[in-house]
Nanobody
């Protein structure tokens, strides 16, 4: 059974940092592209960042480029999202997800597995 479990969310002041982690099990983690998304009550789930199976290729949405860094450890089956210079508008539920093909990783439909999400709240 596939599990993706996010952790590391919480409350932080604007300008602060958080590191989210996603632990994966039940599938061949090293064969999948991993992505981080977020969703607010007003907006649909939005792609923030992706990392291919080897970690050599990454993608960042403009809204987080230069502030967030994605990384993965295939030995530990984890993918992290380091978030710096956080802003109140970064407040959302953050999800990790797994996509079989990097070429489809910019689309929600490309993802097969999803975590339950972790809340990040940035106070002003």
């Amino acid at each position: 059974q596939v599990h993706l479990v996010e952790s590391g969310g919480g409350l932080v002041q604007a300008g602060g940092s958080l590191r989210l982690s996603c632990a994966a099990s039940g599938y061949t983690f090293s064969s999948y592209t991993m992505g981080w998304f977020r969703r607010t009550p007003e907006k649909e789930r939005k792609l923030l960042s992706t990392i291919n199976w080897s970690g050599e290729t990454t993608y960042y949405a403009d809204s987080v480029k230069g502030r967030f860094t994605i990384s993965r450890d295939n030995a530990k089956n984890t993918v992290d999202l380091q978030m710096n210079s956080l802003k109140p508008e970064d407040t959302a539920v953050y999800y990790c997800a797994a996509a079989r093909y990097y070429s489809r990783s910019t689309s929600l439909d490309g993802y097969e597995y999803w975590g339950q999400g972790t809340q990040v709240t940035v106070s002003s």
